[in-house]
């Protein structure tokens, strides 16, 4: 099994910037993706960013130029800088990890006009 803890949201007007992070324990994996997700009210859960054991990247297009995912391999953590926010980033941001598709408990962004 593997633990994933974040943390990192909070309230932010539009425009302000916020950092997640996540950090994986437990029988973790060699090499792995991990990544964010987020879930606004009433939709699907979206891809956000992921990023594998080796640094490459896969964005949304709708956060190419605002979000930049990144990793620390020694400490198993993954972190979302998010600037430029906009009101339509609101959502539950959720960690993920592969392999195992394991998720984190997920973290309120609010992003207010």
């Known amino acids: 099994q593997v633990q994933l803890v974040s943390s990192g949201g909070g309230l932010v007007q539009a425009g302000g910037s916020l950092r997640l992070s996540c950090a994986a324990s437990?029988?973790?994996?060699?090499?792995?993706?991990m990544g964010w997700y987020r879930q606004a009210p009433g939709k699907q859960r979206r891809l956000v960013a992921t990023?594998?054991?080796?640094?490459?990247?896969d964005y949304a297009d709708s956060v190419k130029g605002r979000f930049t995912i990144s990793r620390d391999n020694a400490k198993s953590a993954v972190y979302l800088q998010m600037n430029s926010l906009k009101p339509e980033d609101t959502a539950v941001y959720y960690c993920?990890?592969?392999?195992?598709?394991?998720w984190g408990q997920g973290t309120q962004v609010t992003v207010s006009s």
């Open positions: 993920y990890y592969y392999p195992g598709n394991y």
């Open positions: 437990g029988r973790t994996f060699s090499p792995n993706t």
């Open positions: 990023i594998t054991s080796d640094r490459s990247t």
